[in-house]
Structure formats: structure tokens, C-alpha cells
């Protein structure tokens, strides 16, 4: 099966973007793709890959990572052994967008919203790598937040090393 899927996407790529926006309502586009087949699924390398969705907008200079094709059917098993973005943004549209001359309060921002992003990450990729990439209009309008760098190592249980502002309209910047 994964032999097909990679077949498809390698002789008819844009067939399979057309059903991939059947399947998840959006528009997709990107400048080049490229799948080989793995050991236990695939590897998937894109570049100037956009994701334009009802709820949110996702746009990614590079795409580069590993995935196991068996991780959904065994609780146990990673999605994949490397994850690699490189200058990208996603963008909510669901949360009403401040305009430039409204003034945000800070004193209400309640910076402990942002746990409700708590993942539990222990399935996630065995390396991963994120360099220059914005999350906006996070938990309220206005807020933003850029992970500068970002690499983890899952067999040693910690981030390697991490430079992420957060930054609320151009009012406060932690």
C-alpha cells in the first residue's frame, strides 16, 4: 500500500494534491515534491509548500521529514524518525484579528492559555528541527509566537537547544 501511495504522488502529484484538498477542504500548493520509500513507510521532502484552510493558513519554505506509515495502528510507535521545517508560518483564522490602531491590553492577556496547547509529544518525531517559523493569533488576537530555532532529540529526552519570542501585537515581547 505504501508502495502505491509513493507511485501515485511520484507520476501524478497533482491527482493526489486535488484529493488531498477533496479530503481536507483547502488548497494546497507547492513549488516541488519528492517521496522515496522507507523501511517502515516514506520520506517526503517539499518545498514553498501553502495550505490555505477555512481555519487556518500553513505555508512552509521546506518540508522535510520521515513517516511511519504502521505509527497510527501502534500506540507505541513514532510517526517517524526526523521532522524538518525551515521558514514557515501557520495562522489561525479563527480568532478575531486586532487591526493596527487598536490597542491591546496586556494587563488581560492570560499567558496561561497557551497551556492548552499541551501535546503530549512522546510520539512525535525522534528528531526534530524547526528553524525561523510563526504561529499567529494564538489563543487571542495578536499574539504571536516565532520559534527562532528549535531542535530536539527524543532518545536523550530533552531540547537540545531553543530560541522562541513571543511577542503580543507590538506592545510586549517576551
Not at 517517524?80 to 484579528?97: D, M, R, S, T, W
Not at 503530549?120 to 499574539?143: N, Y
Request: one cysteine or more; proline letters at 3%.
Amino acid at each position: 500500500m505504501t508502495r502505491l501511495l509513493i507511485t501515485w504522488v511520484q507520476t501524478a502529484p497533482e491527482q493526489v494534491v486535488s484529493a488531498a484538498e477533496w479530503l481536507t477542504d483547502s488548497e494546497i500548493s507547492f513549488k516541488r515534491i519528492d517521496i522515496q520509500q522507507g523501511v517502515l513507510g516514506f520520506q517526503l521532502q517539499a518545498e514553498a509548500l501553502s495550505v490555505h484552510h477555512a481555519d487556518y493558513e500553513l505555508q512552509m519554505q521546506t518540508l522535510d521529514m520521515d513517516v511511519n506509515v504502521f505509527a497510527p495502528f501502534f500506540p507505541s510507535i513514532d510517526y517517524g524518525a526526523y521532522l524538518k521545517i525551515e521558514e514557515g508560518a501557520l495562522q489561525f483564522k479563527n480568532v478575531q484579528p486586532v487591526t493596527a490602531d487598536e490597542q491591546v491590553d496586556v494587563s488581560q492577556l492570560n499567558l496561561q492559555e497557551l497551556r492548552r496547547f499541551d501535546v503530549d509529544i512522546s510520539r512525535l518525531w525522534q528528531r526534530v528541527k524547526v528553524k525561523d517559523f510563526i504561529l499567529s493569533e494564538v489563543v487571542s488576537p495578536g499574539l504571536s509566537i516565532h520559534v527562532h530555532d528549535f531542535q530536539s532529540l527524543k532518545g536523550a529526552q530533552l531540547s537540545l537547544s531553543s530560541d522562541v519570542c513571543i511577542r503580543v501585537q507590538r506592545q510586549l515581547e517576551l
